[in-house]
């Protein structure tokens, strides 16, 4: 049985949607904790468990960011997590498509992620170190954020999909 701890020191959570139909702006998440339990250095068949602060949201814009916290968008107060359980797993050469149930506002909806296996190394201090890239999307009306401002130009503030990379580093220990 292999134990993962996650090094939240070389992790991060990032997302970008559409703004003004023109431009992405980018944002992560800063608090957030991956579990996952597996039966080898490999996410096939492991129980893979994601918890997001949804007030740890940073923007680079603190009023764009209470206003994602607000109850227009995630109701950081009411929703304090966006959670991913990983349901089954398909290995693709040295990459994985997972699949899981994400909750967001309260709302959970299925989706598949591409993970990427970015290595095994040891560390200067003898750590053993494994890395993962998982991308995917999301519609976000389908949980809830439902929240958009029309243009005088037409088209709409934010755009509905949201594309999203974790880059996460796991310590491996047996």
Avoid: C
């Amino acid at each position: 049985m292999a134990n993962w701890s996650l090094d939240k020191a070389h992790s991060e959570i990032e997302f970008k949607v559409k703004h003004m139909m023109i431009t992405n702006v980018k944002g992560q998440f800063q608090d957030f904790d991956v579990t996952i339990d597996s039966e080898s250095n490999h996410l096939e068949n492991a129980k893979i468990d994601l918890t997001i602060k949804t007030a740890s949201i940073n923007t680079k814009n603190e009023q764009r960011d209470e206003h994602l916290r607000s109850s227009d968008f995630f109701d950081a107060s009411a929703h304090p997590e966006i959670t991913f359980h990983a349901t089954s797993s398909t290995k693709d050469g040295d990459d994985i498509k997972l699949k899981g149930d994400l909750t967001i506002k309260g709302v959970t909806k299925s989706i598949t992620v591409d993970v990427e296996f970015g290595g095994l190394a040891k560390d200067p201090w003898g750590n053993e170190k494994i890395g993962y890239t998982a991308t995917g999307k999301i519609n976000r009306q389908d949980f809830g954020l439902t929240w958009n401002a029309a243009l005088e130009t037409g088209g709409l503030m934010v755009s509905d999909e949201v594309k999203f990379q974790a880059d996460l580093q796991f310590i491996v220990t047996k």
